[in-house]
């Protein structure tokens, strides 16, 4: 079966950074040429999409990480990445990688949550100021 796990959160001081890692296996297709994200769930705040690589390899941002996250992946080792830097108190947040199991879809759903159809199990990140 499809299995996401990520790591690679933890607690940060305001500025500091923090590299998630999602390992994905059980995918029927690809790895290096499917939709998959990263979302972020704060309490009380609906999930939201921080950021995500289409099938084409481009990615998308969230306004409030442009310039702060990257998102990344290794095909040969089926595994997203989300470099964020320069954190901020706003970004704390469980945040869950998402994949979607088919190869078409339209690239601006690429960050809204019901786009996708795996999600992993989510890891927190907590910075303080």
């Known amino acids: 079966q499809v299995q996401l796990v990520e790591s690679g959160g933890g607690s940060v001081q305001t500025g500091g950074s923090l590299r998630l890692s999602c390992a994905a296996s059980g995918l029927k297709y690809n790895f290096d ?4 994200g990263w979302f972020r769930q704060a309490p009380g705040k609906e999930r939201e999409g921080v950021a995500a690589i289409v099938t084409d390899g481009s990615t998308r941002y969230a306004d409030s990480v442009k310039g702060r996250f990257t998102i990344s992946k290794d095909n040969a080792k089926n595994t997203l990445y989300l470099q964020m830097n320069n954190l901020k108190p ?7 990688c998402a994949a979607r199991d088919v190869l078409w879809g ?3 759903s690429a960050l809204t949550s019901n786009f ?3 999600w992993g199990q989510g890891t927190q ?4 100021s």
């Open 33 to 36: 040429s499917r939709f998959m």
């Open 90 to 96: 706003e970004d704390t947040a469980m945040y869950y």
């Open 106 to 108: 339209a690239y601006a």
């Open 116 to 118: 996708y159809n795996y």
């Open 125 to 128: 990140v907590t910075v303080s």
